[in-house]
């Protein structure tokens, strides 16, 4: 059989598109194989993978969690494309905290992973905003860093439901805090309701910064303010529990707490997960309808909800890459949403075995 | 003078050892408490902490430390009065005066066995203890052994910040366990003349070699051992098996072991359950697995690329031409190496591992079983707690 590439990856793009405007997928199922079909014919070192595993064209997958997922690292050893990876339209680079090298996604067309990135961002974070919020990012501008998907997703947030003047506070590995506060204590004269984006380990910083210049009053922002944190601490020293620092955050700038939104995503994924529920102390993040997940054993047997596992994740939007991921992140499957446990430290050589601890002497 | 001094080195060889034997009885109370923080402690499962406790106490053992002091010092005498040695002065082997061993976070009592030669060389030991308190209570039985050990052999829990942590600027000698970072910290922190005994970061690896692999029953025997070696402790140990070379050409072929390995694996997972600590690398374990399967369908050109995983019950499986390929392995992966177990009775073998800086050579089911009376780390046992006093009139 001839096929039209396309027209194929065109009419799969259309459909995608669709269903995050209406946000409503028909049969998940039908365009998740679909989708995995298109990239088993298209996508040689996935197509490769899979029929290691069994799978292929003539002996494919039912339902969309037979889909054979890729581990997210694989990233780092092929270019895991539809198509010629010189024709991207998006390159993302994973950081590569975790074991040194990085990642990279490319994505042929940039339509659908706006689209998707858009939907989510509306829904998880700015549905019932006061429109239109000021940007405040504590990360990378896209100049500075062109290949990471953060920087990008908040340049596109920012454009799309922003007033026009925000502004990036990282600048090379350094949070920018007093620029930061000076702009804040203007933002909080002129009542512009503002969305303040940042990794955890930047807010953290944030938080100590303040602390080291004796900022200990609440910063209260203007109504309908929130603060987005994502990216977790990878590759960082200080680690803080996420509840602890999402209520500082909340009583720093006293914002009620779901105003205070979790996002969940990953350089391998074109759409992401937001806080839904902020009742528990691990909060329920909620997908877009063309983003699903499960959880995984060690074995990779597939777990009931409610099981903690390695979670999996099924992202039609990633048309042109790998349609479902395997992730080295912990989490569960509970009320159609996720729980995020969180992602362990990485193992690294050991002693006899794990490190002692510095003695007081050489603490002082 | 120390608390032990005047105490002849067999009677606390002897006292060590019986109390060491007390403690070799699972249902000895102290033990038995000891185990459940254990296994809260580690995050491994009870099954695992019986069989690191057992392999601990039944080491320590009278014939054990008085073989590996006189193979070190000539007779175990030699602590407690000068003695004649042949051809060299006569000489006292004195304690070295008070000693402190910092324990590492996960492997169970890695600090015993300096603190128990530390002992039988008189001198004042005070161990950092773990959240377990093994030491502690294994002190305790000591204590009732022997007076003499309420001031000699102590135990404390301490953290880095604790205003009341002992200074270690007083000790004359300090044991630690850590990466480099935390060693050259507490170097800092010594006298310049205080003995510094230290013990890295560090993997094992194994080599099963063509020859071994000549049938299916030796295969399976070596990879049943090989299990135990990855298992055991969660992989978490510098002795955790962490890399295995399979050499290319046997009538089992590699991937034939490999599909063995996974077999055997399983089924010391039976004998030696997963605990809380493997719970919570789950992701991890996974994706790894699924990476390697990746890896293995690219052409498995990757594999000598990818370094160890570091993650419980995980070992890398690198299949290789010949030793020279594994030296590379080793190198290109900057792995220090502490054991390297053996299949195969070749020279070459045994020159690679010595070339790649193992300081134990093993067979496999034995790496994680290192005896009392063989060095640790290279290093001698109870050497560096004495200063000699050597008389020449």
């Known amino acids: 059989m001839n096929y039209d590439y396309r027209a194929e990856a065109d009419a799969l793009d259309a459909e995608v598109l669709r269903a995050i405007a209406r946000r409503h997928v028909e049969s998940f199922d039908d365009l998740a194989l679909r989708i995995f079909a298109h990239q088993l014919r298209y996508n040689e070192p996935y197509a490769r993978y899979c029929e290691s595993l069994g799978i292929t064209i003539c002996a494919s997958p039912t339902n969309w969690r037979e889909i054979p997922p890729v581990p997210a690292a694989a990233f780092k050893e092929a270019a895991l494309c539809t198509f010629d990876p010189s024709r991207a339209e998006i390159i993302f680079e994973t950081s590569g905290t975790t074991t040194g090298s990085g990642g990279i996604h490319y994505m042929e067309d940039a339509r659908l992973y706006d689209a998707s990135l858009l939907a989510g961002f509306d829904y998880g974070v700015v549905t019932d905003a006061p429109d239109p919020l000021r940007y405040c990012m504590l990360l990378t501008s896209p100049a500075q860093s062109p290949r990471s998907s953060l920087s990008y997703m908040m340049n596109r947030a920012a454009k799309a439901f922003g007033d026009g003047a925000e502004s990036w506070y990282v600048g090379g590995d350094e949070l920018q805090t007093e620029r930061f506060v000076e702009d804040i204590a203007e933002i909080r004269k002129s009542g512009v309701p503002v969305c303040i984006a940042g990794t955890a380990f930047a807010f953290v910083k944030l938080l100590d910064d303040l602390k080291l210049r004796r900022i200990t009053h609440a910063l209260p922002l203007p109504s309908g303010s929130r603060i987005m944190e994502t990216g977790g601490f990878k590759g960082r020293t200080r680690i803080v529990d996420r509840g602890e620092l999402y209520s500082h955050l909340a009583d720093t700038f006293s914002l009620p707490p779901n105003h205070v939104i979790g996002e969940y995503g990953m350089t391998e994924l074109s759409s992401q997960y937001y806080d839904s529920d902020y009742h528990q102390a691990n909060r329920v993040k909620s997908a877009p309808p063309w983003l699903r997940s499960y959880a995984v054993d060690e074995n990779g047997n597939k777990l009931p909800a409610g099981v903690v596992g390695a979670l999996v994740h099924v992202d039609l939007a990633n048309r042109s890459s790998c349609v479902a991921i395997q992730t080295e992140d912990l989490g569960a499957i509970i009320d159609g949403g996720i729980v995020l446990i969180g992602r362990e430290e990485r193992a690294e050589l050991r002693g006899c075995s794990l490190d002692a601890e510095s003695p007081r002497a050489a603490a002082s | ?393």
């Open chain 2, 1 to 393: 003078m120390t608390a032990l001094a005047k105490v002849p080195a067999k009677e606390i060889a002897r006292a060590v050892a019986d109390a060491a034997d007390r403690w070799r009885d699972a249902d000895f109370p102290a033990r038995v408490r000891a185990t459940g923080r254990i296994a809260e402690r580690t995050g491994y499962s009870v099954p695992v902490v019986e069989y690191a406790l057992d392999r601990l106490f039944f080491s320590i053992a009278f014939d054990a430390l008085a073989a590996a002091i006189a193979d070190e010092l000539g007779e175990l005498e030699i602590l407690d009065d000068f003695r004649p040695r042949a051809g060299r002065t006569d000489a006292w082997a004195m304690p070295i005066g008070s000693v402190c061993v910092i324990s590492s976070r996960t492997t169970i009592g890695v600090a015993l066995p300096a603190a128990v030669f530390a002992l039988c060389a008189k001198c004042d030991v005070l161990v950092k203890d773990r959240e377990d308190y093994l030491i502690s209570a294994f002190f305790e039985t000591l204590h009732e052994q022997r007076a003499e050990f309420r001031e000699g052999a102590r135990a404390e829990l301490w953290s880095s910040h604790d205003e009341t942590a002992p200074a270690l600027e007083s000790f004359d000698a300090v044991v630690a366990f850590g990466k480099t970072e935390t060693l050259a910290t507490i170097r800092n922190a010594l006298q310049p003349e205080a003995r510094f005994i230290t013990f890295g970061s560090r993997a094992s690896a194994g080599y099963v070699s063509r020859e071994a692999l000549s049938a299916t029953a030796p295969a399976k025997d070596i990879a049943r051992q090989a299990a135990r070696d990855i298992i055991l402790y969660e992989t978490e140990g510098c002795l955790s098996l962490h890399v295995l070379f399979v050499e290319n050409g046997g009538v089992v072929g590699a991937a034939e072991f490999a599909a063995l390995l996974d077999k055997e694996i399983a089924i010391a997972d039976v004998e030696f359950p997963r605990g809380a600590a493997a719970a919570r690398r789950t992701a991890d374990i996974s994706h790894a697995r699924a990476l390697t399967a990746f890896r293995k369908s690219t052409g498995a050109t990757g594999v000598l690329d990818a370094p160890p995983p570091f993650l419980p019950r995980l070992a890398n499986v690198v299949v290789v031409r010949d030793p020279a390929e594994a030296l590379e392995y080793v190198r290109r992966h900057r792995l220090a190496l502490e054991g390297f177990a053996i299949a195969g009775d070749r020279f070459d073998l045994i020159a690679l591992g010595v070339n790649a800086g193992a300081v134990r050579l093993s067979n496999f089911g034995e790496l994680q079983d290192p005896p009392l009376h063989g060095n640790h780390g290279g290093r001698p046992r109870i050497g560096e707690f004495v200063k000699w006093i050597d008389r020449t009139f």
